[in-house]
């Protein structure tokens, strides 16, 4: 997964759904900190969908505790070829924590796979600047940067999409959307302003962030708003 174009993830805790996503998705991503035994999964799988991981920690929305442990998983899974992408957290790069997340970028760069670098707000949408700012920094760190925050009204959205479109105008690979149900269109408008990867999973009950719509549902909706472009 180079994200050189839009992506559609599915997000998943479960790689056992692979087969039921491939009719509408680029990519998985294993959710590891939600997931049962991961590296066993990843060992078992032989889908046709590259697999981006994740080992969100909790101060970020996820459920891995803040150890070295959780990074040596993530570096243990990039051995398996069907990686080919990590995500890390802004936060944790910039010093975040007691551990150092740089080596798994480095990692991830020695086995040829790419780096999104994540930020997140739960309870806001931070304004336009701030939005370009955050992005900014997380393209330091990675190929790609990716800032979900929670909407409260249509101006939050609009200081997301347009922030996505300034950062994609000057040549750089973001991904955003917005959370909630005053964000839950973005995620379907995002990728015509710029944005390079999107999720959602195969079953609506099985969403991992609020407002996501499901695979086919997303699918969808972008296939029909691009061909009105």
Known sequence: MNFESFTLLAATDDLTVEPDAREHA???????????EPLAQLDAYEGTLPVLVTNRVEWEGGEAPDTAGRLDTLEAALEYEAVSAVDLELAALAGAGEYDA???ADAAR????????????FE?????QEIADRLRRAC?????GKLASTAHSPDDVLAML?????????????ATMCMGAAGRHSRAVAPL?????????VDPADATAPGQYDLAT????????RSDQ
């Open 140 to 144: 330091e760190y990675g190929d790609v």
């Open 26 to 36: 680029d990519g998985v991503e294993l959710r590891m900190d939600f997931a049962d």
């Open 162 to 174: 347009g922030a996505t479109r300034e950062l994609t105008a000057a040549g750089e690979s973001v």
């Open 102 to 104: 740089g080596r798994v």
């Open 110 to 121: 020695d086995c040829g796979a790419s780096v999104v670098v994540s930020t997140h707000d």
């Open 218 to 225: 997303l699918r969808s909706l972008i296939s029909q708003l």
């Open 124 to 128: 806001s949408t931070p304004a336009r």
């Open 193 to 201: 302003y710029g944005s390079r990867i999107g999720y959602a999973p």
